[in-house]
């Protein structure tokens, strides 16, 4: 075989293996891609409110939050409306960034 034909054929083997090694990555990727769907989809629904929590576990709440608020701490937990309705009365403090005492029409 002369060197011509050998480089080529060696040439070959290589993108051979790149374009082997790309499918895998591809399909990594796509497997990756789905298990992400799913995770999406089987996620429980977002709450419409939550309480956030003082920093030990006996302290009383410190906020109420409208759900998805941006600024709830990783103390918060969901609540329904007529929790933090009563949580309002109670003088927790409501969200300055979110404010849910409006959403709720919770007036003082």
Known sequence: MNDRLA???FLERVQT???ERTRRWIADEER???ERQ???QLRPPEPDWLIEHGLNRDSPPVY???GGCWNAGKRSRGINRSAAL???A???ASCTHCRPDSQLG???
């Open 7 to 9: 480089q080529l054929r």
């Open 17 to 19: 293996a790149d374009l």
């Open 32 to 34: 990756r891609e789905g």
């Open 38 to 40: 799913q995770g999406q």
């Open 64 to 66: 109420v939050h409208v």
């Open 86 to 88: 009563r949580a309002l």
């Open 90 to 92: 109670d003088g927790v």
């Open 106 to 108: 919770y007036l003082d």
